[in-house]
């Protein structure tokens, strides 16, 4: 699979997660065939851009732990996902050291 397809294989199936659920970066590489390379999936994502169409879900993709990626000393993209989550009435709690966090066993989507 060439990058190309590796980006496709990845978008289409993000946009396979149902409003109102999450999954991981992880669990995307499992179902493209590509289970070492759940860090690709979210290389991925970060270089979609908005333009994608249809429009791409990156706002459901989150950690293995369930944690929502800070992405770095003055970025906004944590806060962003946050809010989207929460616009599909997702609920994002704030954990013991200030991560977001989503219960994945309440909001998650891991189909085989």
Request: a positive charge; proline letters at 6%.
């Amino acid at each position: 699979m060439d990058i190309a397809e590796f980006h496709a294989a990845v978008y289409d199936t993000v946009r396979r997660i149902p409003l109102g659920k999450v999954t991981n970066y992880g669990h995307i590489a499992r179902l493209i065939g590509m289970p070492n390379y759940s860090r690709h999936v979210g290389q991925a994502l970060k270089l979609s851009g908005l333009g994608v169409a249809p429009p791409l879900p990156w706002h459901r993709v989150i950690s293995s732990s369930g944690v929502i990626s800070s992405r770095g000393p003055n970025t906004t993209r944590a806060e962003r996902q946050k809010q989207a989550l929460e616009e599909e009435d997702v609920e994002v709690t704030v954990g013991r050291t200030g991560e977001l966090r989503v219960d994945l066993k309440s909001y998650g989507w891991f189909p085989n």
